[in-house]
């Protein structure tokens, strides 16, 4: 699938900001199964700095630095990206033991992702609920999968409960909360089970309902969770569907959680009160 993708954020200030530093998550990620043809982002007022580069996780990011006082600032970005099936379906039952895989990671790279980050801690309950699903010698994608889905059955998707502040365990005893939510529970779940477990963000392909057209803006930001599956790699899975993603997630960034990879972060001197309107568009090419 070829889509065009727009993210575009307007933040709005009481007061003049004097200047304001900016570190960006717009651009789509390359992986084997995902492609970036073209990425712009516009600015508004033109940032006196304006770089791109790579953040520790390999991520593509741009650095940006607004030194015109402003009332507003938006940062309207556009991509092309095509992302393709995998070439063969993941046979989850055949996947390696994860207590296999867990005495193995100490060896492996994807190790850092196995430890506690300021967005996901966990605690006994969150344990307890993820062993649940990880029985003696289950391979450790089917026992994911597992998961995934007790996560969607047993949460209600429930916007205006929780925030990026939100702790795991509050999400856990709230039974409810939107995809950051999700995905940070189910890496704490793994995690506190000696696994590696990362954060994806990206978008998904919504579809209006049944003979209504799609509104302008009206998509968002997603995010899913990606389980380092030994000799297969990292493999992803969307608690928020209960789906291994497809060619209709569209990946930006991966890290430990939510914040290393927000799609704009930073710091501004002066402002005030302020408001942020973020609209979010993604559209099938071909």
Known sequence: MLYDVRHKTTFSYQDLVSVSHHVLHLTPRAHPQQTCFASETLVDPEPAVDS???DYFGNPVRYLTVQEPHRELIVDAHARVEVRAAAEPIALEQSTPWETVRAELPQRSAYEFAFASPHVTFNDDVNEYARQSF???RPILAAAMDLTSRIFREF?????VSDVSTPVSEVFAMKQGVCQDF???QIAGLRSLGLAARYVSGYL???PPEGKEKLVGSDASHAWVSVFAGELGWVDFDPTNNVL????????A????YG???PINGFIVGGGMHQVAVAVDVNPVR
């Open 205 to 207: 392909l919504t579809r």
């Open 183 to 185: 995905a940070h529970l």
């Open 135 to 137: 029985a003696p010698d």
């Open 245 to 252: 993603p497809g060619v209709e997630h569209i990946t930006f």
């Open 254 to 257: 991966w890290g430990r959680d």
């Open 156 to 160: 209600q998707y429930r916007g205006g």
């Open 260 to 262: 290393d990879v927000s």
């Open 52 to 54: 791109v580069g790579e």
